[in-house]
Nanobody
Framework: QVQLVESGGGLVQPGGSLRLSCAAS????????MGWYRQAPGKQRELVAR???????KYADSVKGRFTISRDNAKNTLYLQMNSLQPEDTAVYYC?????????WGQGTQVTVSS
């Protein structure tokens, strides 16, 4: 079992920045990759960014150059630095842990980009 707790969401103006955090606990030694997904109202959940145990990263085209995924292994924490935020980035952001045979999700954190 893995527990994931996101934090750092909120309301920000267009062009602003936020940093999301995801604190992981439990059987994290089996994690193959971790990622951030988001779901806007009326839309499907989509991948935002992903980082493997080896450090390889993948980003959605819509966030390349603006968002950066990183992790602090000592703190068991995953981060998503979001810069140049736009209204279309408004969504609930979820942390995901990919383990053999199972995926785990956090409860989500709301990000709203509005003036």
């Amino acid at each position: 079992q893995v527990q994931l707790v996101e934090s750092g969401g909120g309301l920000v103006q267009p062009g602003g920045s936020l940093r999301l955090s995801c604190a992981a606990s439990g059987s994290i030694f089996s994690v193959r990759a971790m990622g951030w997904y988001r779901q806007a109202p009326g839309k499907q959940r989509e991948l935002v960014a992903r980082i493997t145990i080896g450090g390889n990263t993948k980003y959605a085209d819509s966030v390349k150059g603006r968002f950066t995924i990183s992790r602090d292994n000592a703190k068991n924490t995953l981060y998503l630095q979001m810069n140049s935020l736009q209204p279309e980035d408004t969504a609930v952001y979820y942390c995901n842990a990919d383990l053999p045979l199972m995926n785990y999700w956090g409860q989500g954190t709301q990000v709203t980009v509005s003036s």
